[in-house]
């Protein structure tokens, strides 16, 4: 019997202003480290890839190539609690990682994702084959979550497509087959399961294409990530992060500008302040 290959998948594609093959490459290190798996890229500028990282043939597996594409859309990110731009948002291809990945098992991740543990590592002995968080944590502990919870107030469970697991399967094929015609319709979907937001999110088109799959019920395809989904958001700021230590200064509330410290360790943490986890890698701290 052939042993199944397994691996994680990062895209990244930059913008103006957010470096996400760094970010790529940061994390690629850390799951080597921590996960003992190998990662392959997802970008659409190579050519950077290869001139400002002479190590990336050691850091990726493969470098997956996609067509660069200047995308319209763009958000507001924030750089902590008083600091905002508008860049370029290009999240439109996670709908293609099944084709894309080299793995028969993959963990598909965002890159500002920080593995601090090994718990993923159970994703590969257990026998569901897809698995994704539904439930997330907010180290602020004081911010509304409805967002996450639905994904409009009369809609369908909200699923975080930050992190996922999935096995070459039949029925994963179908799925992503699913996301794809989601993603192409997205203006009818959008309607019909009421998200009614102008910024295309994969949390919202995973959500439904789960919804889908599960009969439009509730259903077992999608089951459980190990552990739990730890967030912070951009309002928030990596000040320190020291292999798995982790120095937070979170948003205070009804305070703009003040921020409450916390330190963690030892979780997996998506970061969602960019330039601030950005900054971290440039320190050079693994």
Known sequence: MTKKTKGALIFARNNAQIDYIKQAHYSAKRIRKYLDIPTSIVTDSVKYLKETYKDYEEVFDQVIEVPFTNNSTTKRYFDGSGVAKHLQFKNDMRTQSYELTPYDETILLDSDYIIANSLFKNCFEQDHNFLIFKNAKDLTAWRDTAEFEKISDTSIDFYWATVIFFRKSEENKIFFELTQHIQENWSHYNSIFQVNR????????????????NGYQQGDFAHKLPGTKYYTADRDILWELDEDNFLFLLEKENHLGEYTPLRIKGSNIHVMNKFSLNRIIDRGVL
């Open 198 to 213: 102008g910024l295309f999110r994969n949390d919202h088109l995973f959500s439904i294409a789960i919804h889908i799959m």
